[in-house]
């Protein structure tokens, strides 16, 4: 009796924490400050098409290597086929040392659930690092999204064009093959009629 009711006040204790936890709720992790409203910053911009003017939010290091132009195409690359933002919920913030060709360092990874009108099922990730100044700046973004319909779609299409070049191919030799047998016959009726 006495081990029932033990754990029963245990289930009861790690049911309060679970329901107490912000995670739990699907709160947003605990940010260091200024990062959540950079965060939401970036977006905006990035979803107005505002690629260039996001160059803005990066950190110093990022500005020493890469050019508003560089950026702009990096950001386009990464945006210009999800289309519209239908909604958009933050679902992790994690320190990382990695992040794409991003030289190894201590950086914050904030991970977004995003449904775009062309990628229902994607992720958005926008990576930090603290300046001298104590402040967090961006220095990375990327979007992460199951490729294969695209790829089947590039491959489908390959395919067809192959097949479409191939058919083409076959019916000009079979067209050349006629006018040369064509032409032969009429050269060989010219010949016998010079002949007779």
Known sequence: MVKCR????LAILVGMVALLHPMAWGAAPDLPPGVDQTAQQMLQLLDQGKFAESFALTAPMIKGIETPDTW????VSERESMGEVNSRE???AENVTHFGDL???DYLLVTFKTVF???PEAEEEIVFAKTDQGDYKVVGYR???NR???????????LFLVFFIMVLLA???????KVVVSMEKSRKAAGAKKEG
């Open 6 to 9: 033990r754990i029963i006040m």
């Open 72 to 75: 702009y195409g990096r950001l």
């Open 90 to 92: 933050m679902v992790g």
């Open 103 to 105: 030289p190894k360092g």
């Open 117 to 119: 009108s062309t990628h």
């Open 143 to 145: 979007t992460d999204y």
């Open 148 to 158: 294969w319909p695209e790829a089947t779609k590039i491959i489908v299409n390959g």
């Open 171 to 177: 019916v000009i030799t079979w067209l050349i093959g």
